[in-house]
């Protein structure tokens, strides 16, 4: 299996969105993902769709106010013809709308538009004519880091506020499942704390052994875990030898497990602000992936949280193909 994401001569030199080049490339290889988009009624949202459109990413559904669509794509010199667009009065029937296109079949990804994250999340997670499942639902950042050689995914930033042990358990799957979406061979899961050691008075190094262990029993598949791991000997090799940890994740994990949402956040905005780094975003955990755009991000992060979307569906396709044969 080819990946997606992973550098194929890592001594040659990074170049700014290797990665994300690749992500979108692998996605253009598959059939437009249907996307329905939630109240892309400003010029970052709607731009941001017809930019997927243009490099072939998605087929889009506009949910929202349609005067305030038309506007808003007069306004960017865009043409709506091609464009099937659902009218909804505010944000809020927005967001509810494109849930129900999902659960009709017409529509296998949602995107946010200009509307606020927990308004459109609600519409995902609401008890009735919502898209949960039996899974825990979760964020995941990809994130291009110029100076590192594989893309890195952080979880959970932005979701689970302070995840139970049990709540991880289902961060972690998913974020191992997104991995192997991604096209990566060999998932390596690093359960980040502030140190490497297992210390009672630290709660998070108790459940990263715990987590590790539930893997070694198989209650998480397809990944290989180590934890308690702090950050330098997580991702960097030279670190983990300085400190003589043995492990098969240690100094090249491509995935980092925070212990809460405020690590995660700092993490992930650490890497953006201070690394130049770029954070694609992704809901999962649902019945579909749920693309999450801010209007601070730049075009080719906005394109490779549609590629991703699309890689995640293309295996969620595959999977329910291998099931019905």
């Given amino acids: 299996m080819t990946a997606a994401i992973q550098v194929q001569n890592p001594s040659a030199p990074m170049r700014r969105h290797d990665k994300y080049d690749r992500l979108v490339a692998a996605a253009q290889s598959l059939p437009r993902l249907k996307v329905a988009v939630a109240h ?23 949910v929202g106010p349609q005067a305030k669509i038309a506007a808003v794509a007069e ?5 709506l013809s091609n464009c099937r667009v659902v009218d909804a009065p505010h944000s809020h029937a927005a967001a509810e709308k494109a849930v129900d296109l999902v659960r009709a079949g017409e529509a296998e990804a949602l995107m946010k538009g200009s509307l606020h994250t927990d308004e459109l999340m609600a519409s995902v ?16 950042f990809v994130m291009d880091v110029p100076s590192h050689e594989t893309a890195l995914i952080i979880t959970d930033a932005a979701v689970n506020i302070a995840p139970t042990l049990e709540d991880k358990v289902d961060i972690v ?27 009672p008075k630290v709660p998070s190094t108790i459940e990263a052994a715990a987590l590790c262990k539930m893997a070694d029993r198989g209650q998480i598949t397809g990944g290989i875990l180590d934890g308690p791991l ?11 030898k300085i400190k003589n940890i043995q492990s098969p994740v240690a100094g090249q994990a ?30 999962l955990g649902a019945r579909v992936p749920v693309i999450l755009t801010s209007r601070a991000d730049s075009t080719i992060t906005r394109l490779a949280s549609c590629a991703v979307a699309s890689l995640v569906a293309d295996a969620k396709r595959t999977r329910l193909t291998a099931t019905e044969v």
């Fill in 40 to 62: 892309p009624c400003d010029a970052a949202s709607l731009g941001a769709v017809f930019e997927a459109i243009e490099l072939n990413l998605i087929e889009p559904i506009l």
């Fill in 125 to 140: 997670v609401r008890r009735e004519g919502g898209l949960r499942t039996a899974r825990r639902i979760s964020h995941c």
């Fill in 75 to 79: 306004a960017l010199g865009k043409d």
């Fill in 173 to 199: 799957q998913n974020a191992i499942d997104l991995a192997h979406a991604l096209r990566i061979d060999t998932v390596r899961v690093a359960i980040l704390s502030a140190m490497e050691t297992v210390n």
């Fill in 254 to 283: 491509n995935v980092l497990v925070v212990p809460d949402l405020e690590a995660g956040n700092m993490l992930a905005k650490s890497l953006s602000f201070l690394a130049d780094a770029d954070a694609a975003g992704i809901v």
């Fill in 230 to 240: 702090a950050l330098d000997n997580a991702i960097d090799l030279g670190a983990a």
